[in-house]
């Protein structure tokens, strides 16, 4: 009796295990047993910018399947086929006239055309698999900014693979019932729909992106550089309207045999790499100051072309020295003593405490895979020296994004965004599934703070560095930037990050506008040489798509052949560009100029920016 009733029960487990635990894999095994499918693909979502453009869409292509068995005349199959596809007949027939095979793939990326003949020709046994192959309209434009799919058709990188939930939809099948060897058993065939993906709309204006994507290869090409970078945000919402990179790949053709130098060319630096920013976070440090009270615009500061911290002496990037002068002008001037003196002031703990305000110690929170945290030195650690660094912009890295964003709250009114790239998704027929709202905030600065941080930067775009970033007629505030790289722990000789970070309008900051080119090979480093013309190239072109009107009186430039400086002091140099209205800048640490920006009998004008390089110390 126990032996029986071990028995049954032992039947009895494994009748409940068949049937409740593993009877929908069983099922569906015997459904794959006694039918044949025929995959139709999903189309994938499309992703779209602001206005509609499609920069992300499909091309619909089908696979052409024959079964045998269900082939009444092979001979006119191969006939039909051959003709439609342009292929041998022999090619064709030898292919479907296979014994003791169920199904066979005869050819795919099929165009609809081609399909729809086949199918008029009425062979029977003839079967089409929906394929979707993913395109991209402008092939190396926004490529590391939209990524690309697999050959499975999921996103790999970029916002395909951030967003693939909504753009991927869910395959469907046709299915036929037949026998063992695949002979159909019933005319009736069941379908599976397919469910498309959902669109994907971004905050991305393909015109803006264009202007940016020019931009970045220019300045690529001009000056032989590791990399250009450009991103354009709305400073009210935080939505990116541009984000350009180069050099870049085009994600129609993705050359995969080398895995990670692909992903290397993904890699987008505005969000997943870190920099000194350089005199950029100027703009930070006279925030921080004038917020905390510790600074006025005519507070008098003296460089005399560095400051000696902790016993170590820091240099200005002017090595003769700006001389006595007021916070306003010490903003203009870009001077690293008045920023050294600023840091002191502000002291650490406060200035941590800022940096925690504007972001600065967390990620942006943009939507986007990959992003990069920054990279602070531990407060507890900090030395009185270090604090002086980080007042110009040395001695802490952080995204660019980090920047930006922080930037737009200091211009802003003094409110905190946060950066995205989704507007909304959108079903098929335009119907919003999904919004993005912009992120409310919080507040960093009051607004008047905010104000005067606009005035003290729009000097320095219409009266000093900045001047190559200016449109005539229009407000645009912005700060230079210059940092050198570091490499193994030691300054890189040669290297160095150029940028411009800028905004428009000075009264009711709209766009930001940053440009970094990384490693520019030449004389010509500095951020206002470098990227300040492109960002007023951008700048210029956005106007004019946006159809902003001029608000300001546009003044005559005055023209002249440019003199010969080499030879004469950095003094004697600086009178001289005075003279002519030609803001200078300096390069060498020595007495005497050896070379000069524009070259000597170049016709230049008074909104120009020059450059002279001086002999090194003690030579």
Known sequence: MVLITFIFLAVAGKL???????????????????TRDVPLG??????????????????????????????????RSAEVIS?????GYDEIYDKISKKGVSEITVAKKLSKEQMTEIVDAGIDGV????????????????SQLLGFVGADGDGQAGLESYYNTYLRGQDGKELTETDLVGRELTDEIAYLPATDGLDLRLTIDASIQFFAENAVRSALLEYNAKSAN?????????????????????????????????FAKMKLNAISSVYEPGSTFKIMTTAIALSLGVVSEKDRFYCAGGRVVDGKRIRCWKSIGHGSQTFAEGVQNSCNCVFMDLAERIGADRMYEYFSLFGLTEKTGIDFLGETSSILLKKDSLKPVDVARIGFGQAIAITPMQLIRATAAAVNGGTLVTPYLMESVEDATGRTVVRNYPAVGRSVLSSGTSATVRKLLRNVVSLVSGKLAGVAGYSIGGKTGTAQKYEG???????????????????????????????????????????????????SKLFEYEKIAATEEIS???????????????GEAARVAEKLGLRLEIG??????????????????????????????GV
Do not use: C
């Open 42 to 75: 999903a189309i994938r979502g499309e992703i779209l910018d602001r206005n509609g453009t499609v920069l992300a869409g499909n091309n619909t292509t089908y696979t052409l399947y024959v079964r045998p068995n269900a082939t009444s005349s092979v001979e």
């Open 588 to 617: 060498g640490t020595g007495g005497v100029v050896i070379a000069q920006y524009p070259a000597v009998g170049e016709i230049t004008n008074d909104h120009a920016v020059g450059l002279v390089t001086l002999s090194q110390e």
């Open 16 to 34: 409940v295990y068949l049937q409740v635990v593993k009877g929908r894999s069983l099922q569906a095994r015997a459904l794959d047993q006694w």
């Open 489 to 539: 722990g030691k300054i890189a000789a040669g290297k160095y990050v150029s940028s411009f970070i800028g905004f428009s309008s000075v009264e009711h900051p709209k766009y930001i506008v940053y440009f970094m080119v990384d490693e520019p090979v030449g004389y010509r480093y500095y951020g206002s040489l470098v990227a300040a013309p492109y960002v007023g190239q951008i700048f």
């Open 83 to 87: 003709t439609v596809l342009e292929k």
């Open 556 to 570: 005559p430039k005055t023209y002249f052949e440019m003199p010969d400086l080499v030879g004469l002091s950095a």
């Open 127 to 142: 079967y089409f698999g929906r394929d979707v192959e993913r395109y991209y309209t402008y092939g190396e434009y926004l």
């Open 230 to 262: 450009a991103v354009v945000m709305d400073a009210e919402t935080g939505a990116i309207l541009a984000m350009a990179q180069a050099p870049s790949f085009d994600p129609n053709t993705p050359d995969r045999s080398d895995v990670s130098a692909l």
